[in-house]
Nanobody
Framework: QLVESGGGLAQPGGSLSLSCTAS????????IGWFRQAPGKEREGVSF????????SYADTVKGRFTISRDSGANTAYLQMNALKPEDTAVYYC??????????????????????????WGQGTQVTVSS
């Protein structure tokens, strides 16, 4: 399973961080990242990382503001969110899928990933950006 923490309330321009820890399996041959879903909208990809080589992928809407990283020893991925905007408000879901060849994110650098490709999900955490 994936256990998420972080999120909460921030003002526009502020920062929040999310973490996602895998329990019961190692992330070494996985892609892990976050989708988000705002009320009335489809779930969309935000940012992902190939754990074995650190290759990242970012949606255009968060590029330059969000940074994804991973700590293989801690079996955890992190999402640092800076310069937050009200449109970042959503429930953020951590998700993972296997990637034994470390090639899944090749050609998928814009974060527009299919939620159906991911098999393991976290419980979701609310991020609200409001003054």
């Amino acid at each position: 399973q994936l256990v998420e923490s972080g999120g909460g309330l921030a003002q526009p321009g502020g920062s929040l961080s999310l973490s996602c820890t895998a329990s019961g399996f190692r992330l070494d041959y996985y892609v892990i990242g976050w989708f988000r879903q705002a009320p009335g909208k489809e779930r969309e990809g935000v940012s992902f990382i190939t754990v074995s080589n650190g290759r990242p992928s970012y949606a255009d809407t968060v590029k330059g503001r969000f940074t994804i990283s991973r700590d293989s020893g801690a079996n955890t991925a992190y999402l640092q969110m800076n310069a937050l905007k009200p449109e970042d408000t959503a429930v953020y879901y951590c998700a993972a899928r296997t990637d034994y060849s470390a090639t899944y994110l090749q050609g998928r650098t814009n974060g527009r990933l299919n939620p159906g490709d991911f098999t393991i999900w976290g419980q979701g955490t609310q991020v609200t950006v409001s003054s």
